[in-house]
């Protein structure tokens, strides 16, 4: 147990320390949008709400999972749930399997629906747990949704990680099959392919977080945290929120009904957002919402819960300021403009087929 508790504070220490290192180039560079100058609108006009299926967000961005069981990490989601609070943003806890068998490590969790008794709130658990555990989790939270994060690359890179990854799928099945509220699949910082995309379809998974590499690094996290077990050589593995939204396959980027009948998938991105520009491109290439996770951990860390409503209400204004100028009153609208693809990013789509050209042409269509 002590081990479990002191890997949730060694996750916050090294991800903030990568937080400090200074800006890095990543895929969110190689995007960029073809300027048209009479195209833009008023932002009076922008509506910053976003529908995922019976959802409604206030805004096109959340507070992704980040922690929770330990006295440190506790606080900050106490701070994290105050912002949410009072911004009304979206928000996710780390892993709570800690919770599942330590009353004491829960109020760490708990806190969150303490502070933000009415927000939307979403628990977190691995692969590998049963429906029962996930039953527990959405019940300890009062949650209105359960994120279940899928981690290989993480696992194997750490020694006390799991090795066998044959039964996630059949286990992930059972959980969507009795959660009482909607599960959103997601990564940790690797991304989710076409392939997994289509795999998660197939067994009724509504919510995906393709959740791609270039931001928190948890390869880099673990092989920090033990250097003896050394998976350095795996260094730059996965794909980027953008390749992933790119490759997604048709059924997450384009109205189909799920065999309810009524609602449509939903594809969410996260990985490295920085600032509402690139919430912006990351809306463009067809997610309905993006996650954030080590740009405001950092934020609290600094700055504290008002430090986070600051910066939200920022992002807000700059979000809606991009939206004019970009000419989208809606963030739906932005699956309208024209996008270039350059350098990795351009590679990637090449190397899969993906058409650049009618990417930078898709204002034609309109
Ligand atoms: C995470 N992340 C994470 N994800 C998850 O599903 N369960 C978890 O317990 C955690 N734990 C965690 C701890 C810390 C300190 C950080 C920063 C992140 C992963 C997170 O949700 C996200 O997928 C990645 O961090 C990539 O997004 P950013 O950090 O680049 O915005």
Not at 158 to 173: A, H, N, V
Not at 190 to 206: H, K, M, N, P, Y
Not at 246 to 272: H, K, Q
Request: glycine share 10%; with cysteine.
């Amino acid at each position: 147990k002590a081990s479990r508790a002191s890997r949730k504070d060694d996750h916050v220490r090294l991800a903030s320390a990568q937080q400090t290192e200074g800006p890095r180039r990543t895929d969110f560079d190689d995007l960029e949008f073809v300027h048209h100058a009479l195209s833009g609108t008023n932002p009076e006009l922008v509506d910053l709400s976003v529908e995922l299926g019976d959802w409604t967000w206030p805004t096109p961005f959340y507070v992704n999972g980040m922690t929770g069981g330990t006295e440190t990490t506790a606080k900050i989601n106490r701070d994290l749930a105050i912002a949410a609070a009072e911004t009304g943003l979206p928000m996710a806890c780390g892993s709570m399997s800690v919770a599942l068998d330590d009353a004491e490590a829960a109020k760490g969790f708990t806190v969150i629906r303490e502070e933000n008794p009415d927000g939307f709130v979403m628990g977190n658990l691995g692969a590998g747990r049963s429906a029962d555990d996930a039953r527990r989790a959405v019940e300890l939270l009062n949650a209105d949704a359960l994120q279940l994060h899928i981690n290989p690359v993480q696992e194997t890179a750490m020694p006390e990680g799991t090795r066998d990854f044959s039964t996630w799928l059949s286990g992930l099945e059972d959980i969507v099959a009795a959660c009482p509220v909607p599960v959103v699949v997601k990564e940790v910082g690797f991304g989710l392919s076409r392939r997994t995309l289509t795999l998660l379809a197939d067994i009724g998974v509504q919510y995906a977080d393709v959740s791609g590499a270039g931001g928190t690094d948890f390869l880099r996290i673990e092989n920090d945290r033990s250097p003896a077990a050394d998976f350095s050589m795996l260094t730059g593995f996965g794909q980027s929120a953008l390749a992933c939204l790119l490759d997604a396959p048709s059924e997450w980027t384009t109205e189909t009904t799920m065999d309810d009948g009524v609602s449509n998938r939903v594809l969410l991105a996260s990985g490295g957002v920085r600032n509402p520009y690139d919430v912006v491109k990351a809306l463009a290439c067809g997610a309905r919402a993006v996650g954030v996770a080590g740009t405001f951990l950092q934020t609290v860390l600094d700055h504290g819960p008002d430090g986070l409503v600051d910066l939200v209400r920022t992002w807000q204004t700059q979000t809606s300021a991009l939206f004019a100028l970009l000419g989208a009153e809606r963030s739906t609208d932005l699956t309208g403009t024209d996008l270039l693809t350059r350098g990795r990013l351009g590679e990637f789509a090449r190397l899969r087929g993906i058409d650049a050209t009618a990417l930078s042409h898709r204002t034609d269509a309109l």
